[in-house]
């Protein structure tokens, strides 16, 4: 699944544009690197955002293409 629409699936950010414009500031890192909004997310993975002085960190627990909204926070383990 594509980065910006993880972001929007898992509500770590509320607009899937609002993702991609993220991504392209360079605010949003994967493993470690700077990550596109087409960047392919896994099981695993490593997501940091950057939105002024708060900096969320979480790990990929399961990619799904479709959701309830209850079960949005099973996609991912925050970090610090």
């Given at each position: 699944m594509r980065l910006d629409?993880?972001?929007?699936?898992s509500?770590?950010?509320k607009?899937?544009?609002v993702a991609n414009e993220a991504c392209d500031a360079?605010?949003?890192m994967l493993n470690d690197k700077t990550a596109r909004a087409s960047a392919n997310v896994?099981?695993?993975d490593i997501i940091e955002i950057h939105f002024g002085n708060k900096m969320t960190k979480v790990e990929v627990l399961s990619v799904e293409e479709t959701y309830k909204k209850?079960?949005?926070r099973e996609l991912y383990k925050y970090l610090s």
């Open positions: 629409k993880y972001l929007k699936v509500r770590l950010i607009r899937r544009t360079g605010r949003v896994k099981p695993g209850d079960e949005a």
